[in-house]
């Protein structure tokens, strides 16, 4: 890796965390005094701090415990609430004998920081080519994606003994920090609704978003994106699924253009390590059924270490 890439990444991943910690502070802080506004603001609040740091897994645990259990699919962004490190490897099959292979795949850790509230804070992707231009086009070189960020509010939600479904409201964030070639070079703003349901051991997952470039209309569009995942629970652990993932640009480059994967797969877990901590993990296989699609076929690998 470059070393001015390496350092780019770096303080952009560490300026993503400060950031994230500030959010999870101020929310802290407000909490307090809302309970507690009688109490000295100064050796209150780092009582409070340390009050809430104190009873962190507790209450994921409270939290999680209110929705249901199913688990998370390979594509598809489940409505649930989860804390975890998640790592995603996609093997990318291109036109006229080209891949890419995306390692990480914009994921990372996932926090739950308080009632109803996750956020996402991405691993920004890294992209590797594999085979010859076709013609002298579509030059492009390895290097870092786009930063991306999540946030969740569970709106609705029911364990499996009072209901098992969930309906939750995302709002996602991408900043044009990626290298020449793999940035969209614009901010893109991506509210979501998300929502499932179980009957027994079957449950299916599904999210309807779209996507709002900050610029760059002409060449992005505003694509709109309708994931489903069904899935099935055998023996506790096996959960085998598939996913149907559909995309339709309305405008930009490919205005008219629908592009439509299915995706069957299987996912392992949660696989208890100790305590909280356990691992999870998928593989599945993305096939291309409509004309131009961004890729032909994709193996995907998911891995998970929930805490």
Request: aromatic share 14%.
């Amino acid at each position: 890796m470059h070393p001015v890439n390496g350092t780019r990444f770096h303080l952009r991943t560490l300026v993503s965390a400060l950031a994230s910690l500030g959010l999870i502070l101020l929310a802290a802080r407000s909490c307090w005094a809302q309970s507690n506004p009688s109490t000295s603001a100064d050796g209150g609040f780092f009582t409070a701090v340390e009050d809430y740091f104190l009873d962190w897994f507790p209450r994921v645990t409270r939290i999680q415990s209110e929705q249901p259990s199913w688990v998370t699919p390979i594509v598809t962004v489940t409505p649930r609430l989860e804390e975890e490190f998640r790592y995603d490897q996609y093997w990318q099959g291109n036109q006229y004998g080209k891949a890419t292979d995306v390692f990480g795949a914009g994921k990372g850790l996932e926090l739950i920081p308080f009632q109803n509230t996750e956020f996402i804070l991405g691993v920004p992707a890294w992209n590797a080519y594999n085979g010859k231009p076709q013609h002298g086009k579509d030059v492009k070189t390895d290097g870092w994606a786009d930063e991306t960020f999540l946030v969740k509010y569970r709106l609705l939600s029911a364990n499996k003994e009072n209901g098992d479904y969930i309906l939750t409201a995302f709002m996602g964030f991408s900043a044009p920090t990626g290298d020449d070639g793999n940035s969209n070079h614009h901010g893109i703003f991506t509210p979501t609704i998300a929502g499932g349901k179980g009957f027994g051991d079957f449950d299916f997952q599904t999210t309807a978003g779209i996507s709002l470039p900050d610029g760059g209309l002409k060449r992005l569009g505003m694509p709109l994106a309708w994931n489903t995942a069904f899935q099935y629970r055998i023996a506790r652990l096996f959960w085998p699924e598939f996913e149907v993932n559909y995309t339709w640009w309305p405008n930009g480059e490919r205005e008219g253009q629908t592009q439509v994967f299915l995706t069957p797969g299987i996912v392992v877990g949660r696989i208890p390590v100790y305590q909280r901590v356990g691992i999870t993990a998928g593989f599945g296989y993305q096939v291309a059924v409509t004309r131009r699609p961004a890729y032909n076929h994709a193996p995907i690998l998911t891995a998970r270490i929930p805490f």
